[in-house]
């Protein structure tokens, strides 16, 4: 095997560097000025795509808290994706891993992944949706639910950003978040944490109905059967239903 | 766009290019748009990952990914960007210059070796725009050239990048393309540019051909045996009839000089 001299790896290693955070750096060039061009395309484009694909917390944080995020996630992490539309998804990791810098937007991680959920179930790989009828009994009939889907649990309220300061408002928040088949568009619904529970079951269970399963997770859980419970789980599975999330009963 | 391209009943083009990394593993609207895309028309890839200059190891799980959707796209050509996007294992997501020098052709021909061995096909690669060389020791066209016949590979000539490049480095255009191996082109990229200073020029993809760069690829075609040319354009995209005037623009040159085609 031929292996690269030292010297031309380093003369690569200072120009990619330089690319990455911008810093003066001794390179045998031209131009200086002409050097400058590199790492402005090349952040440009970095910063291009991740404003692209986290708009509303470009909007939401200050421009210089933004712009400072961007640099050094560019300079200090190593984007291991060859694929630039999910570079993105590494800056999730790059603020959950330095969250004392970030510590006065203490919801901007969940922000961030309730971002890169639309994008992702978006685009997820297609798979198979198994064949079905119409609905008949909601409750005890095994039911089959669209597969390109997340359920995703959150700290903030970032789903209700434009209303509301997530900061205030630290809890448990549970959000469905799916594909419609037809159109490719991406739903987010939220659920209370026993519906989050309930559908989670539902979900790795199919040959299960979901009275079975309710009463399962009511058992193991302390919580009671009751009419109540059974509507407000019928009225959930309807509506998601008629948004075409649980697409029908199994067709055996 | 891509809608109103797959939509498209006459003045359509003979062929589209897009890059693998944007559409690998992507289902839903993007995925149909791309099934659409590939069942009307012929298909070139022109990748942006590979990185063939790049310092760091080929990416074989990147590869492996890479050979399986060019096999289920049926991809005619493949090329790739004779600069690196990756160093020190981190990626760039933008085309570094690579420094003109023997140890680096020796290098690139090994992987260019590596990679065509492995995907079962030849690979095209193309002379890209650079703003500064970086500690070259020969010539630009010298290190194309070895890397294109030791490695075997095929060559897509992009004649903007060679424009701009003369441009920017003082140098003549056509005497540049007259010492490439022009038996190895096999695909040909015009674009516009975009001059961002009295010396410098930035290639953009996001602008219309301009006319020297028109008549360049006129004085380069007849040296050439007929291959695909493919009009880029990235962003600042006009109306489907202007794109459609400068492909028509394309043809008449091309069948100009390769009078059966």
């Known amino acids: 095997m031929y292996k690269l001299k030292d010297s031309t790896h380093t003369l690569q290693s200072r120009m990619a560097g330089y690319c990455r955070d911008g810093k003066p750096v001794d390179l045998p060039v031209d131009s200086q000025e002409r050097l400058s061009q590199y790492r402005r395309l090349v952040f440009n484009v970095v910063k291009g795509i991740l404003e692209q694909s986290y708009p509303v917390a470009t909007r939401r944080l200050p421009s210089e808290m933004w712009n400072q995020l961007l640099h050094d996630f560019f300079a200090e992490h190593d984007c291991r994706d060859p694929q630039v539309w999910r570079m993105p998804k590494e800056l999730i990791d790059f603020v959950m891993n330095n969250g004392d810098r970030y510590a006065e937007t203490p919801y901007l991680v969940d922000l961030l992944r309730m971002e890169w959920l639309e994008i992702e179930v978006h685009s997820m790989p297609d798979k198979p949706i198994p064949n079905h009828l119409p609905v008949e009994d909601i409750l005890n009939q095994a039911i089959v639910i669209n597969p390109h889907y997340r359920l995703e649990q959150f700290e903030y309220p970032v789903h209700q950003i434009h209303q509301l300061d997530p900061a205030q408002h630290k809890s448990d928040f549970f959000l469905l978040v799916f594909r419609e088949e037809e159109t490719g568009n991406v739903q987010f619904i939220q659920l209370q944490p026993f519906m989050a529970i309930f559908l989670d079951t539902l979900m790795l269970n199919p040959t299960i109905c979901a009275v079975e399963v309710a009463e399962s997770i009511c058992q193991t859980s302390g919580h009671s059967v009751d009419q109540l419970l059974f509507r407000q789980i019928e009225a959930l599975l309807n509506h998601l239903y008629v948004k075409k999330f649980i697409l029908g009963r199994t067709a055996v | ?261």
């Not at chain 2, 049926?74 to 210059?97: F, G, R």
Request: aromatic share 10%; with cysteine.
């Open chain 2, 1 to 261: 766009m891509a809608q109103q391209m797959i939509d498209l009943d006459s003045g359509a083009p003979d062929f589209i290019e897009f890059a693998p990394e944007n559409w690998m593993d992507l289902g839903g609207y993007w995925g149909r748009t791309l099934k659409a895309a590939t069942e009307k028309y012929p298909v070139l890839c022109h990748g942006l990952s590979l990185s063939i200059g790049s310092p760091d190891e080929l990416d074989w799980d990147f590869l492996k990914r890479l050979k399986q959707f060019l096999h289920e796209h049926d991809v005619q050509i493949y090329s790739e960007h004779l600069s690196y996007s990756k160093c020190d294992n981190a990626h760039l997501y933008d085309l570094l210059p690579i420094p003109f020098r023997e140890d680096a052709v020796k290098h690139i021909v090994q992987r260019l070796k590596q990679v065509q061995d492995f995907l079962e096909r030849p690979v095209a690669i193309e002379n890209v725009s650079y703003y500064t060389p970086v500690g070259a020791e020969m010539k630009e066209a010298e290190f194309i050239s070895q890397i294109v016949l030791e490695s075997d590979c095929r060559l897509l000539l992009d004649v903007n990048n060679v424009y701009v490049n003369a441009f920017n480095h003082g140098y003549d255009a056509k005497e540049f393309i007259s010492e490439l191996p022009l038996d190895r082109v096999v695909y040909i990229h015009m674009a516009g540019h975009e001059q961002v200073a009295p010396d410098l020029i930035i290639d953009t993809h996001g602008q219309d051909i301009i006319d020297p760069v028109f008549n360049l690829f006129e004085w380069t075609l007849p040296q050439l045996n007929p291959v695909p040319v493919l009009l880029e354009r990235d962003f600042n995209i006009p109306e489907i009839e202007i794109l459609r005037n400068e492909m028509n623009q394309l043809r008449k040159i091309t069948s100009k000089s390769w009078h059966n085609v």
